[in-house]
């Protein structure tokens, strides 16, 4: 572990704290599935990105000088041959470069005594439920003690701010192990593409579940912990539910599938989607909305670089897509009028309902604000032609060199009066992982194919 990486992180948040300020970050609970059975556990973001430390029962408090405090389980080897092996507080400071470690047994007595004579508490607001009653409890032993002369906090702050901030802008070894994540995620979808082409060449009975299984396989044997999200593998019609999941459907010659998964690697995900004919041909209807929807990526990247805002691939997309739609008739420009009352009055969302992009980090929608912190003050007011609401806008993030995000346009056909048969029911989303350069953007994901004549002739084989 390199432990001088998660000390200058901390450096960099005291110097944010104010000198008298201190900050409290749990790592997340342990999750019960069922009765005595928990889910897989996953660490907290804020918390690894801080230590390096994945242990449940952690906490770290940092103080505005930059001491470093860890509170994790003691070691007990009854536990340990029960649940597997601790770090311990003894081993914490060497392994993890913190300045003390202790029991966390001890929490509920030591944290009060670290938050004495300090005047801003920060932790993540609403992050876990309880853990603003926590602070509470801990605030009161501190005010329990004033008449000793101790001083207690007189403020509260988000600590999501200034981490948020941070974590926006991926560092070098942040921006290597999302490579390396999305290597394996694209390696992930070449294999699914080339079972389902495989088996249905071989007659045999293709279910969603068997194309993620291809996916589990892949990302296991690259070291992946677990998949970034629950998989989607989407048969046929099932591509037009947004967040359907992997399940029974049977995949069928003929029909698109549309698979949406990525892996987590070392506490980073990655995320792509690729929409393949199932038996590795396209159909003509089914081509032309791929490169349609390919097209409207293919602008997207073109606006994805340093100095573009954050809503700049998505209009790009939307520009792109709302020709095609009136140039095959899904819409009918004598009803909705041009490429440009198409935009305005959001023709396109009946068959383009999401924005074409997120953050992607330690998260799979990954922290980090949308409006550009410089301009949050501009705000402008419009009619949002859909639902009548009156939005308020503030100028989208500018792009920084670092910053992590999806590209994902899509287009789904419901079936619907006077929309062309031959595309009904076909569901296409695109997604691909950017990091945003200086002169444009760097596509991590491209493992895998995403010309339609490239995918057709990667299924051949
Ligand atoms: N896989 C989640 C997303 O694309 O946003
Ligand atoms: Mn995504
Ligand atoms: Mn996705």
Request: proline share 6%; hydrophobic share 40%; charged share 25%.
């Amino acid at each position: 572990m390199n432990s001088a990486l998660y000390a200058q992180r901390r450096a960099r948040l005291a110097a944010q704290l104010g000198p008298d300020g201190i900050a409290i970050v749990p790592t997340a609970p342990e999750q019960p599935r069922n009765r005595d059975t928990d889910f897989l556990y996953r660490h907290d973001s804020y918390f690894y990105y801080l230590t390096g430390f994945t242990e449940p029962n952690a906490w770290l408090v940092l103080a505005g000088d930059g001491r470093a405090t860890l509170f994790c389980a003691p070691k007990d080897l009854e536990r340990e041959i029960w649940d597997g092996y601790r770090l311990g507080p003894e081993a914490a400071p060497a392994a993890l470069g913190v300045d003390e470690a202790v029991s966390v047994a001890t929490l509920d007595t030591t944290l009060p005594r670290l938050l004495e004579n300090r005047g801003t508490v920060w932790y993540p607001f609403a992050t876990y439920p309880g853990l603003e009653t926590r602070v509470d409890g801990w605030l009161q032993k501190v005010r329990a003690r004033v008449r000793f002369g101790a001083l207690c906090p007189e403020q509260q702050r988000d600590l999501c701010g200034p981490l948020d901030e941070m974590r926006l802008v991926k560092d070098a070894h942040e921006q290597d192990i999302m490579r390396r994540a999305a290597d394996i995620s694209a390696r992930a979808h070449v294999r699914a593409m080339q079972t389902s082409a495989r088996m249905l060449r071989a007659g045999q009975d293709v279910r969603e579940y068997h194309l993620d299984a291809e996916l589990l396989h892949e990302f296991r044997l690259g070291g992946s912990q677990y998949p970034a999200y629950g998989s989607i593998v989407a048969a046929g019609a099932n591509a037009c539910v947004l967040h359907y999941r992997a399940d029974a459907a049977p995949v069928r010659a003929g029909e698109l599938v549309l698979i949406d998964a990525g892996c987590e690697l070392d506490g980073y995900a990655s995320d792509i989607t690729r929409t393949f004919p199932a038996d590795g041909r396209f159909t003509g209807p089914q081509r032309a909305l791929y490169d349609l929807v390919l097209a409207s990526q293919d602008a997207a990247v073109a606006a994805t670089r340093a100095g573009q805002r954050f809503n700049d691939p998505h209009e790009a997309t939307v520009k792109v897509l709302a020709q095609g739609l009136l140039d095959l008739g899904l819409l009918d420009a004598n009803k909705v009028g041009s490429v440009q009352d198409v935009i305005d009055n959001r023709s396109y969302f009946q068959f383009y309902m999401h924005r074409t992009g997120h953050w992607l980090g330690m998260d799979v929608h990954d922290c980090g604000s949308y409006v550009e912190p410089t301009q949050v003050g501009e705000v402008s007011e419009r009619k949002d032609p859909l639902s009548g609401e009156l939005i308020k806008n503030r100028p989208s993030r500018i792009l920084q060199p670092g910053m992590v995000l999806t590209i994902e346009p899509g287009l789904y056909v419901r079936p619907a009066e006077g929309v062309p048969e031959q595309f009904h029911n076909i569901g296409i989303r695109i997604e691909d992982d950017a990091i945003v350069t200086e002169n444009g953007c760097e596509l991590i994901t491209r493992g895998v194919p995403v010309h339609a004549d490239e995918i057709e002739a990667l299924m051949r084989e």
